[in-house]
């Protein structure tokens, strides 16, 4: 098999140390560093010369960084890619480049529903620092609304349906599968909105779909849950909607709701990422490998 002659990760790739070592195996020279660069100027003196590069999905490489780094053949994704939109990589001037771009996918997503589940029932049953309402409830018949349904929404909405409740969803695309198989009801967002008790949101990383009108139509004495990697509302409406008595608010990560919501008695806010359990980097390693292995042998 080719090697490459230097690979670089730019910021920490989230793979296990003997995954680190299977991958410094396919190149010649290999540079992992440990900290997220603070800018475009670091991250390109961290890439220099070498014509494979590693990122999570904090860091950044757009076309500064291309036009600098001009030995850049490959560039390893080791998080969730979907549309050259929602990319913390410039897709397009890559390609310009003939640089490939290769991005996993569906590596976490059993973390994700086991934590939506726990976290929900956490709450209804009042077995933590707060209950939803006045007596302990169960998840059956509570009407949940699912906001994009890629793999993980799509996941959570069957994980929801085996508990009983009633799963309605807001899709770019409808799925009349989901709809006709699995009994769930498909709403327009406005719709959707005061229709559902809880909402779920499972969008690509850039994308804002709730704002002020949005948290007005949901309502209140409700709970909204986002297991993005970034937000899907205006953090300033968010805030304003979860000052309202009755309202709580998930997510796994704090930058899945955004720091000025953070430390509210109505928010519950994780650490880690649920998606980036010891098997889901497993699953990740796998896939990162698999793509430079069919880049280097084509």
């Not at 990319?87 to 590596?107: H, P, Q, S, W």
Request: hydrophobic share 40%; proline share 4%.
């Amino acid at each position: 098999m080719n090697k490459f002659k230097k690979m670089v990760a730019i910021e920490p790739t989230k793979l296990l140390p003997e995954w680190d070592e299977k991958l410094e195996a396919l190149a010649e020279e290999a540079i992992f560093y440990e900290d997220i660069p603070a800018d475009t100027k670091t991250i390109i003196e961290r890439i220099g010369d070498a014509d494979c590069v590693l990122l999570s999905f904090t860091s950044f490489i757009n076309q500064e960084v291309l036009e600098a780094c001009p030995n850049i053949r490959y560039i390893g994704l080791c998080a969730s890619l979907y549309s050259p939109e929602n990319a913390n990589v410039d897709i397009r001037y890559a390609k310009e480049k003939g640089i490939l771009v290769t991005g996993v996918r569906d590596y976490g997503d059993e973390g994700v529903k086991e934590y939506a589940i726990s976290e929900l029932v956490r709450l209804l049953q009042g077995r933590g620092t707060a209950m939803w309402k006045e007596e302990p409830m169960e998840l059956t018949d509570v009407k949940v609304g699912i906001v994009g349904m890629g793999t993980v929404g799509s996941l959570l909405a069957k994980t929801m349906k085996f508990f009983n409740m009633d799963v309605n969803y807001y899709s770019r695309t409808r799925k009349p599968m989901l709809e006709e198989d699995w009994s769930m009801t498909y709403y327009p967002l406005d719709q959707l909105l005061p229709e559902v008790d809880i909402l779920i949101t499972c969008l690509n990383k850039n994308v804002v779909l709730l704002d002020e009108k949005a948290f007005e139509l949901f309502g209140v004495g409700k709970i909204l849950m986002n297991v993005s990697i970034a937000p899907s509302h205006e953090i300033p409406a968010l805030k304003q909607w979860l000052e309202k008595p009755g309202n709580f608010g998930f997510s796994d990560t704090e930058a899945g709701l955004g720091e000025a919501v953070i430390g509210m008695k109505n928010v519950f806010a994780g650490k880690n990422n649920a998606g980036l359990t010891s098997m889901a980097k497993v699953r990740l390693a796998q896939k990162v490998i698999q793509n430079i292995e069919t880049f280097l042998n084509d």
